[in-house]
Nanobody
Framework: QVQLVESGGGLVQAGGSLRLSCAASGRTFSSYTMGWFRQAPGKERDFVAAISWSSGGTYYADSVKGRFTISRDNAKNTVYLQMSTLKPEDTAVYYC????????????????????WGQGTQVTVSS
C-alpha cells in the first residue's frame, strides 16, 4: 500500500516562501517520477512540477517557472517543493503524486499519469 503524506502548507504573505514536503512509503520510491499538482476552489487540478525517478529531469508549469523548485531525496523517500515569491494566485490545495510506471521519462504533467496521491496540504497566500 503506497502512502504519500504532504506537509509544510500554511498561510504566507505575498512575496514569501514555503517548502512543501511529501513523504512516501509502500514501494521503491527511487524508481518513480514524482509530481506536485494544485487545486483551487472550483477549478481543476493543475500540474505544478515533476521530477524524474533519477532526478535527471525537472519540469515546471509556466506559471511557477523561476519561482518554484522541485527536488527529491531518495534516501529519505521524500520529494520537496520550494516555493518562493508567492502570489495570491498560488493559493490552492497542493497534492503530491507518484507515477504509474517506474523508470519513466517525460514531463509527466497529466493527472492520468499518476496512480497514487497524497491527501493535500493547503497553501494560502495573502495579498
Amino acid at each position: 500500500q503506497v502512502q504519500l503524506v504532504e506537509s509544510g502548507g500554511g498561510l504566507v504573505q505575498a512575496g514569501g516562501s514555503l517548502r512543501l514536503s511529501c513523504a512516501a512509503s509502500g514501494r521503491t520510491f527511487s524508481s518513480y517520477t514524482m509530481g506536485w499538482f494544485r487545486q483551487a476552489p472550483g477549478k481543476e487540478r493543475d500540474f505544478v512540477a515533476a521530477i524524474s525517478w533519477s532526478s535527471g529531469g525537472t519540469y515546471y508549469a509556466d506559471s511557477v517557472k523561476g519561482r518554484f523548485t522541485i527536488s527529491r531525496d531518495n534516501a529519505k523517500n521524500t520529494v520537496y517543493l520550494q516555493m518562493s515569491t508567492l502570489k495570491p494566485e498560488d493559493t490552492a490545495v497542493y497534492y503530491c503524486a507518484q507515477s504509474r510506471v517506474p523508470y519513466s521519462s517525460g514531463s509527466y504533467s497529466y493527472t492520468r499519469q499518476y496512480d497514487y496521491w497524497g491527501q493535500g496540504t493547503q497553501v494560502t497566500v495573502s495579498s
